[in-house]
């Protein structure tokens, strides 16, 4: 089995990827932009930045994405001039597509966002069929809808010529930013987003599903996202039922798309099918119980889970993905309640499903999820360590250098900077400002401005906002070695539990980084029956930073302390 990618994004936006082949978590490099929230797929993930607009991240490829942009130069013969731009007026544009039907003059056909970049010049089309034309490149033909040839005959009225211009897709290995519902960016700011619908019966592989919510409770759809398209044209209206506001929508491989009303009550839409991946329309399935409202919910392969504002983890009986046509099928037949309180949840591919702790933020996998056992047997927490993250003051500068991209500069515009919560002044985030400060990113100027109006905007939607403690800025080394997260998406991530990732598990001394860390299993001090780790390196006398001591200590009050780290 290809090794797959968890992704998950930390309380303080910075996006990790933990392969099933790895052992550690990798921080992607920063691109200027915390990410509050994501949904990833093997291909490319799309998530919720900071200043509440949609980026989508495109890893860089062996097989680069080129697209040739392509039109038609037309001309009409006339005794006067011959063949000339002077068409008749009911001929097609002087420059169109193929068929006519649309006009596409040169001057006109440009870059679809700042992630593209020309390769050359327009050049003419020299072969026909596998023949050479002329120096000029001109087919002919007695009228523009019949067949056109090489040669030119004494009938031949109307004459075309084919010119080429490649554009390749540049913005790779960062977090794009993709163009706005509208043309003012504050206006409706982005709370989340789904992707998926990659394995649709009948339906092209290449082609995917993306759904976001706005913090009014509209949901949008991203129309024609493929491989050669993947930031898609255009953003279409969902209409909702009324009085049913959207908080959160997830999309499966297959399509299926469940979304939570701002009532506590879970959408289903109906409809989806190959031939329109939007679907039709909703139908609304109730909350497990009058007090249990749900606040989140994620779509699978062959199931839906959910957690409950308080929360409770819920498991959807009946689910069958593969029939999108069967509304039973798609809408369930019952609610069953499962150990533990999560935060979030994330099912993947083969409906393993992951979550993060409601009390503590940990990482945990369900582990005994089988197709015989679909709801799984116990949640088990992961403590892979984080791995070196890259160089972010580089990334930037060489970002900005490119001038390719749109960069956002980190803000911290949300529900807790509505409540007046202020992020930690850390010396990493003091760096950070300074560096924005002096930036070059085009909307680095447009941060502040974003940041007012959103909190207009927040004032409104706070009132039916599911998330009382949404996306938490609190830091995320609370101890050394220790990380809170905030979101996770397992979408992107096939695993064969539990023999393919046992090193996701355990904590190897050997596996821990050259300065000291502590490995701990819950907040506060250590749980009944297990160890807590600390392991000190020793920073004098002949054999600086080897390891000095490990200490094993069961039922510890408080965490264990490291030496102090030299500057």
Request: net charge positive; hydrophobic share 35%.
């Amino acid at each position: 089995m290809p090794a797959t990618n968890l992704w998950a994004v930390d309380s303080t936006g910075r996006v990790h990827t933990l392969s099933t082949a790895g052992s550690r978590w990798q921080e992607l490099p920063y691109s200027g932009v915390d990410l509050k929230r994501v949904s990833a797929l093997p291909s490319c993930a799309w998530g919720v930045g900071s200043d509440h607009q949609v980026y989508m991240y495109l890893p860089q490829s062996d097989v680069p994405i080129r697209v040739a942009e392509v039109t038609y130069e037309n001309q009409r013969w006339n005794p006067k001039d011959g063949f000339c731009a002077r068409l008749l007026p009911t001929d097609r544009p002087s420059w169109s597509s193929r068929d006519g039907l649309v006009a596409r003059y040169r001057e006109n056909i440009q870059l679809p966002s700042l992630g593209w970049q020309w390769e050359g010049r327009w050049y003419l089309d020299d072969n026909m069929d596998g023949q050479l034309l002329g120096t000029e490149g001109w087919t002919y033909s007695v009228d523009f809808p019949f067949t056109y040839t090489h040669d030119k005959h004494w009938n031949s009225m109307v004459r075309r010529r084919k010119w080429i211009r490649y554009r390749r897709y540049v913005a790779t290995d960062r977090w794009a930013e993709i163009e706005g519902i509208h043309s003012d960016p504050v206006q409706e700011p982005v709370v989340d987003v789904s992707i998926g619908g990659v394995e649709i019966p009948g339906g092209d592989p290449d082609r995917i599903a993306v759904w976001v919510v706005t913090v009014l409770g509209r949901v949008f759809f991203r129309e024609n996202v493929t491989r050669h398209c993947p930031e898609g044209t255009s953003w279409a209206s969902v209409p909702v039922p009324p009085n049913s506001e959207v908080s959160q929508v997830s999309v499966g491989r297959t399509g299926l798309t469940w979304a939570v009303a701002w009532n506590g009550n879970a959408l289903v839409r109906l409809g989806v099918s190959r031939y329109s991946y939007i679907g039709t329309e909703w139908t609304e399935v109730g909350a497990p119980d009058a007090d249990e409202k749900l606040l989140q919910v994620a779509v699978g392969q062959n199931m839906v889970w959910a957690v409950g504002r308080n929360g409770t983890v819920w498991f959807r009986k009946g689910i069958r993905c593969d029939d999108l046509g069967c509304r039973a099928s798609v809408t369930g037949s019952g609610w069953v309640k499962m150990v533990g309180s999560m935060a979030m949840i994330s099912v993947g591919p083969n409906d393993q499903v992951w979550g993060i702790t409601r009390d503590d933020r940990q990482l945990c996998l369900r582990t005994g999820v089988t197709l015989e056992e679909a709801s799984g047997r116990e949640w088990k927490e992961i403590v892979a360590p984080l791995g070196n993250a890259p160089s972010r003051t580089a990334s930037v500068s060489s970002l900005t250098s490119l001038g390719s991209l749109r960069l956002a500069t980190p803000s911290y515009v949300g529900v807790a900077a509505e409540r007046g919560d202020n992020p930690p002044p850390t010396p990493e985030r003091k760096k950070m400002s300074r560096h924005s400060s002096h930036s070059e990113s085009p909307c680095s100027d447009t941060a502040s401005t974003r940041q007012q109006a959103s909190k207009k905007i927040f004032r409104k939607a706070l009132q039916n906002s599911t998330y009382p403690d949404d996306w938490p800025t609190r830091a995320v080394h609370d101890v050394v070695g220790s990380v809170t997260w905030s979101w996770v998406s397992g979408t992107a991530c096939t695993i064969d539990f539990p023999g393919a990732l046992l090193n996701w598990f355990s904590l190897a001394v050997g596996s821990l980084p050259h300065r000291a860390r502590t490995a701990r299993l819950g907040r506060g001090g250590v749980r009944p029956g297990h160890p807590e780790v600390a392991l000190s390196p020793c920073w004098f006398g002949p054999k600086a930073g080897a390891s000095c001591s490990l200490q094993l200590v069961r039922g510890a009050s408080r965490p264990l302390t490291t030496l102090p780290t030299p500057p």
